[in-house]
């Protein structure tokens, strides 16, 4: 049962489409990432949510109410700006407490109260009396952190909210973040163009380009099976090696046949929302570095597969390897197709004795962790 | 070592010559703007004698001591400050209001509406004092203290939407969509969270108002009718019967006066960034 329900939101600012046909489920007590590159809409999509932007069309809901047309001042949500927006002419007690002192119901003790505690969820006690133009950075964020959940809203936006800090401290803020929705228990959307930021904080995750949202799911999923070329490209690294498109495989749709040098045919997923060129065209085989096994050279033509279809091994010459300790990553020139890769192995155990530059290896790869994208290089 | 120390001499040599330049021509801009103002002060307090012969001078408050006795003085000056006060009132509210919807309509961006709104900065004076009592004689509108102050909010209005305006540009709207996320209503945003920011913008609006009206000569001429003169009429009417060193008492005391209030202004203005 969602609690937070996107519809089909859409919106446009004169010729540009900042969203097209957004539509997410959040769950209760979710920490949701919205992850995407500068531009591609997340600000607008969130600023829809809180109530600053009016959608062109689609709805929102929650807790199956539809709040589309609420004013900001109405909705049980609260947002985290980017640059904070605290009020320069009031004091840090005064800005955590804002939202309560417009509610006449509540008392100054009461208010005194909550105040102190919000302050102290983000570690802040005590210095309610200071001005927000005294403090730090990351003292303003917590400022505006403790402002907007001191009403507990059902649901909090955070619009790239630690992009301003420095790194050392932007880790730390990434873990206390974490802890206190996970005591509040409360929903948060997390906008971030950051994918180390979204792949290490989130419960879920949507990928957005270009106003298009490209895949919802946990970080795993994404990094582990993304569904298209951007998501694949975006979190992480990919090696990105030609191949030649046969045909849409007949048994599963999303999967299709292509054919590598050598005349060898693979099955593998197909990057969603991209129209299939016509075959013999030229696409591009997406593999992670991380998810090719570095194996002992065997004589054997390569490209070939296993019985089963679900490993194909490719044979390369070693042309650089680099230590960093807990990895091991060799570069190479594939044999056939004078491609380069990467290839990253955890530690140096399995590792074939006498590694080094000119090696001739097997990199194995399972076929689910292969997908097949358009030649996007070419176009 | 040898290599870089030359280069950095040659650097250090070439660079200050521009700057001296530039710094002979806006002294001497400035000299030439500002030495008849200087000589005005230095005549005001100098005593009867020949002025050329710098042997004989001596100085003297006799002059403002005169101007302080002169009747007809004082009653232009108080016209002067009740003028100057309301007017800078009223265009303060009105522009304050003016900047804010202006501020908040998507049609702030077209060049068409501030445009309109700062006219009147742009317009000469004569063509606004000489359409203001036209306007004033068409409506029925007699002449007099209130038509000055009326036309005066014509003009400094435009002054305070200008200096309002500037500060809403670089202001962060974000803190006003912030006030309005924890719950405020449109008019709690406005008391709690806009106005209290903008009140340096405010301040220097008003202050730079008030200078504007106090110094306004112009309208003042076209639309005081018979028996309203301002300080800078009756500084008018009183050369008409040739110069004499009351006239530079008076003159400094408005310099003064100037300089202070575009001072506070400046000061306010600068404070709000
Ligand atoms: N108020 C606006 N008027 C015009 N264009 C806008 C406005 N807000 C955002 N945009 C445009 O919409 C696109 C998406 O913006 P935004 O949602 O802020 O991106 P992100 O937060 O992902 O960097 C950008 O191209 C931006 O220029
Ligand atoms: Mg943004």
New interface residues.
């Given amino acids: 049962m969602a609690m937070l329900s996107i519809r089909q939101i859409s919106k446009r600012f004169g010729a540009h489409n900042a969203l097209r046909d957004a539509s997410l489920d959040l769950g209760s007590g979710e920490f949701f990432s919205i992850l995407g590159p500068s531009g591609c809409g997340k600000s607008t999509l969130l600023r829809i949510l809180?109530?600053?932007e009016a959608p062109d069309s689609g709805s929102i809901c929650l807790d199956g109410k539809d709040i589309t047309r609420l004013?900001?001042?109405e909705r049980p949500?609260?947002?985290v700006?980017?640059?904070y927006?605290?009020?320069?002419?009031l004091s840090v007690a005064e800005n955590v407490g804002?939202?309560l002192s417009?509610?006449k119901k509540v008392t100054a003790s009461d208010r005194r109260r909550r105040i102190d505690e919000a302050l102290a969820l983000v570690a802040m006690d005590g210095l309610g009396e200071r001005s927000v133009q005294s403090l730090s950075g990351g003292q303003q964020q917590r400022v505006a952190l403790a402002?907007?959940i001191i009403?507990r809203p059902r649901v909090l936006l955070l619009d790239e909210p630690l992009s301003a800090l420095d790194l050392q401290l932007r880790l730390r803020m990434q873990v206390e973040l974490r802890a206190l929705q996970r005591r509040l228990g409360m929903t948060f959307v997390f906008v971030t163009h950051d994918q180390g930021e979204a792949l290490s904080m989130s419960d879920r995750m949507a990928v957005i380009n270009g106003g298009h949202i490209e895949q919802v799911g946990t970080p795993s999923a994404l990094y582990d099976r993304p569904a298209t070329d951007f998501v694949a490209s975006f979190l992480g690294t990919m090696n990105r090696v030609p191949v030649q498109f046969h045909a849409p495989c007949e048994h599963s749709a999303n999967h299709v046949w292509v054919e590598l040098t050598g005349g060898q045919r693979l099955r593998a997923r197909w990057s969603e929302g991209t129209t299939m060129p016509p075959s013999g065209a030229l696409v591009s085989m997406l593999v992670r570095p991380e998810k090719m096994g570095i194996r002992e050279d065997c004589h054997g033509s390569t490209p070939r597969m296993t019985e089963a279809g679900d490993e194909l091994t490719l044979s390369c010459r070693v042309a650089d390897m680099a230590f960093h300790g807990a990895t091991t990553q060799i570069t190479g020139q594939l044999h056939d197709v004078d491609i380069s890769v990467t290839a990253t192995h955890l530690n140096r155990d399995g590792l074939p004795v006498g590694l080094g530059q000119g090696s001739r290896v097997r990199l194995v790869v399972k076929t689910e962790h292969i997908l097949i994208a358009p030649d996007n290089a070419r176009n | 070592m040898e290599m870089e120390g030359a280069l950095a001499t040659v650097e250090l040599k070439r660079r200050p010559r521009p700057h001296a330049i530039a710094y002979l021509i806006s002294l001497v801009c400035y000299g030439l703007m500002l030495l008849p103002l200087v000589a005005i002060i230095f005549y005001s307090f100098l005593a009867p004698g020949d002025a050329s012969d710098a042997s004989q001078w001596s100085f003297t408050w006799d002059w403002y001591q005169a101007l302080s006795h002169d009747e007809s003085i004082l009653e232009a000056l108080t016209t002067s400050l009740i003028v100057a006060v309301v007017a800078s009132l009223g265009s303060t509210s009105i522009g304050l209001l003016g900047a804010l919807a202006l501020h908040r309509s998507q049609f702030s961006r077209s060049e068409l509406v501030s445009g309109l709104a700062t006219l009147p900065l742009a317009l000469p004076e004569l063509v606004l004092g000489l359409a203001s009592v036209i306007w004033f004689g068409t409506i029925g509108l007699s002449l007099g203290i209130n038509s000055v102050i009326i036309g005066h909010i014509t003009l400094t209005t435009a002054y305070v939407v200008t200096v309002i305006n500037a500060r809403l540009t670089d202001f962060d709207s974000a803190v006003i969509d912030a006030a309005s996320d924890l719950g405020a209503t449109p008019w709690q945003v406005a008391r709690r969270v806009t106005i209290p920011l903008l009140a340096p913008a405010i301040g220097a609006g008003a202050m730079m108002a008030f200078t504007l009206s106090f110094d306004d000569f112009m309208i003042s001429f076209f639309t005081a009718g018979v028996d309203h003169d301002t300080l800078p009429m009756r500084i008018y009417s009183m050369i008409r019967f040739g110069i004499n060193r009351e006239i530079y008492a008076l003159s400094t005391v408005l310099i003064l006066l100037t300089i202070t209030g575009l001072g506070v202004s400046s000061w306010l203005r600068r404070r709000s960034i």
């Fill in positions: 809180g109530g600053f004013l900001p001042s949500t609260n947002m700006f980017q640059r927006a605290l009020f320069p002419h804002f939202s417009l509610q402002r907007a009403c």
